[in-house]
Nanobody, 115 residues
Framework: QVQLVESGGGLVQAGGSLRLSCAAS????????MGWYRQAPGKQRELVAW???????NYADSVKGRFTISRDNTKNTVYLQMNSLKSEDTAVYYC?????????WGQGTQVTVSS
């Protein structure tokens, strides 16, 4: 089993910044992929960014140049630095870990951007 604990969400004005953190514990292989997804009201959950152990990264077009994903392998922790936030970034953000062929999800953290 893998447990994910997220932190860092909140309310911010448009143009502001937030940093999300997600600490993973449990049965995690050294080689894994960690990422962030988000789900806005009435919309499907979508990928925001992911990062592998090596690391390689991938971003949704909507966040490229504004968000940065990083990780600390010694702590099994993934971060999402979100800059230049827009109202359309408002959503519940979920941490995800892919390890041993299985996906694990965090409980979600609310990010609200006021315009």
């Amino acid at each position: 089993q893998v447990q994910l604990v997220e932190s860092g969400g909140g309310l911010v004005q448009a143009g502001g910044s937030l940093r999300l953190s997600c600490a993973a514990s449990g049965s995690i292989l050294a080689s894994n992929v960690m990422g962030w997804y988000r789900q806005a009201p009435g919309k499907q959950r979508e990928l925001v960014a992911w990062i592998s152990t090596y690391p390689s990264t991938n971003y949704a077009d909507s966040v490229k140049g504004r968000f940065t994903i990083s990780r600390d392998n010694t702590k099994n922790t993934v971060y999402l630095q979100m800059n230049s936030l827009k109202s359309e970034d408002t959503a519940v953000y979920y941490c995800n870990v892919l390890t041993r062929g299985l996906n694990y999800w965090g409980q979600g953290t609310q990010v609200t951007v006021s315009s």
